[in-house]
């Protein structure tokens, strides 16, 4: 088990966070051999985890349909925490803000994870922006919380899922009026056309979700909801995002000496990662990222991709005109 940065609590009582760190490994033991056994959740999903993303929902539906096997491990996981309010029950947390969860099996490009909407996030209104990842999801509905459902719908023709997709010819994001959430319900999603947004409730939301997201070309997008608008684009290769965030804290770090690492990723398949790697290292180190700006712009496969790079490239200081000296390499202000 992964220790995390609270676990000197409590400070004073070594015996007692030994017996704390064993009973939580102990659990989590139990629960990799319930998951990997033949008839487990993880044998299952890793059955289907090279199959297509309609083809591994329907082989784990039945794991939406019965659910006192999420029961039994909660109560586990509550037991832990009344054994020890120090406990760290063996349950990854993911997302944040108005939506987090607890991941509880992942194979591959397959997920399944505990969703939770608080009671207070229904006063917020609406999701300012609707996400559509390429992929399949189904949510079962365990908790309502009194809230409203709304479903976002974005066109994708057969181009832009096998790569030629332009923000410019994005389709726009229709909404659906809001009916009420109903406790039991599953809901089918084509995530790449299709994402929902929760409103008002008077209690919490939960929802058991499994989604499958396979690498594709075809982007994430994220829509303004009240306008229907395209309002930003990003990498849906998980792998591609994980390096991006890796950019930007080296480009925070201002490591200079990552640079062949940003230039290495603006030469990415994502057409987004490398966008995002060039931006990166653009804000590093602009004379470093110059060579590799002219040659995206010249050549990059991507039409806005070379665009954006020529509009970036104009925003150089030009050199001097002899060629003595250093050249200037300076963004214009």
Same mark, same amino acid.
């Not at 804290?249 to 940003?262: E, K, N, S, V």
């Given at each position: 088990?992964?220790?995390?940065?609270?676990?000197?609590?409590?400070?004073?009582?070594?015996?007692?966070?030994? $017996?704390?760190?064993?009973?939580?490994?102990?659990?989590?033991?139990?629960?990799?051999?319930?998951?990997?056994?033949?008839?487990?959740?993880? %044998?299952?999903?890793?059955?289907?985890?090279?199959?297509?993303?309609? %083809?591994?929902?329907?082989?784990?539906?039945?794991?939406?349909?019965?659910?006192?096997?999420?029961?039994? $491990?909660?109560? @586990?996981?509550?037991?832990?925490?009344?054994?020890?309010?120090?406990?760290?029950?063996?349950?990854?947390?993911?997302?944040?803000?108005?939506?987090?969860?607890?991941?509880?099996?992942?194979?591959?490009?397959?997920?399944?994870?505990?969703?939770?909407?608080?009671?207070?996030?229904?006063?917020?209104?609406?999701?300012?922006?609707?996400?559509?990842?390429?992929?399949?999801?189904?949510?079962?509905?365990?908790?309502?919380?009194?809230? %409203? =459902?709304?479903?976002?719908?974005?066109? =994708?023709?057969?181009a832009e899922e096998a790569g030629a997709f332009t923000a410019a010819a994005a389709s726009p994001c229709?909404?659906? /009026?809001?009916?009420?959430?109903?406790?039991?319900?599953?809901?089918?999603?084509?995530?790449?056309?299709?994402?929902?947004?929760?409103? +008002?409730?008077?209690?919490? =939301?939960?929802?058991?979700?499994?989604?499958? @997201?396979? /690498?594709?070309?075809?982007?994430?997008?994220?829509?303004?909801?009240?306008?229907?608008?395209?309002?930003?684009?990003?990498?849906?290769?998980?792998?591609?995002?994980?390096?991006?965030?890796?950019?930007?804290?080296?480009?925070?770090?201002?490591?200079?000496? %990552?640079?062949?690492?940003?230039?290495?990723?603006? @030469?990415?398949?994502?057409?987004?990662?490398?966008?995002?790697?060039?931006?990166?290292?653009?804000?590093l180190d602009p004379a470093a990222a110059r060579p590799h700006l002219a040659r995206m712009a010249a050549?990059?496969?991507?039409?806005?991709?070379?665009?954006?790079?020529?509009?970036?490239?104009?925003?150089?200081?030009?050199?001097?005109?002899?060629?003595? +000296?250093?050249?200037?390499?300076?963004?214009?202000?």
């Open positions: 088990m992964t220790r995390s940065r609270h676990d000197h609590f409590p400070v004073a009582d070594r015996p007692r966070r030994d $017996r704390m760190h064993a009973a939580a490994a102990a659990l989590a033991a139990r629960w990799k051999a319930e998951d990997e056994a033949p008839a487990g959740l993880l %044998a299952a999903m890793r059955a289907v985890r090279d199959t297509s993303p309609e %083809a591994a929902i329907a082989a784990l539906a039945p794991w939406l349909g019965d659910t006192r096997w999420l029961g039994a $491990r909660l109560d @586990q996981a509550l037991d832990l925490l009344a054994a020890d309010a120090f406990a760290r029950p063996p349950l990854r947390p993911v997302g944040g803000g108005a939506l987090g969860g607890l991941l509880l099996a992942e194979a591959g490009p397959i997920r399944v994870t505990l969703l939770i909407r608080p009671f207070e996030a229904g006063e917020a209104g609406d999701a300012p922006l609707a996400l559509f990842a390429p992929g399949r999801t189904r949510l079962r509905i365990l908790a309502a919380g009194g809230a %409203a =459902v709304h479903f976002h719908h974005v066109g =994708v023709s057969a229709i909404t659906t /009026p809001p009916h009420p959430l109903v406790m039991g319900e599953i809901l089918a999603l084509d995530t790449a056309r299709e994402a929902i947004s929760l409103t +008002g409730g008077n209690g919490d =939301v939960l929802m058991l979700e499994i989604a499958v @997201q396979p /690498p594709s070309p075809l982007p994430v997008r994220a829509y303004d909801v009240a306008g229907g608008r395209l309002a930003h684009v990003s990498a849906s290769r998980r792998d591609s995002s994980f390096r991006g965030m890796a950019l930007a804290l080296l480009r925070t770090l201002g490591r200079t000496d %990552a640079a062949p690492l940003f230039a290495a990723e603006t @030469q990415a398949a994502d057409f987004a990662a490398r966008w995002t790697a060039m931006r990166e290292l653009v804000a050549s990059d496969p991507h039409p806005e991709i070379r665009r954006a790079a020529a509009a970036t490239l104009a925003l150089y200081i030009p050199p001097p005109a002899s060629g003595r +000296g250093s050249e200037t390499c300076e963004l214009a202000r």
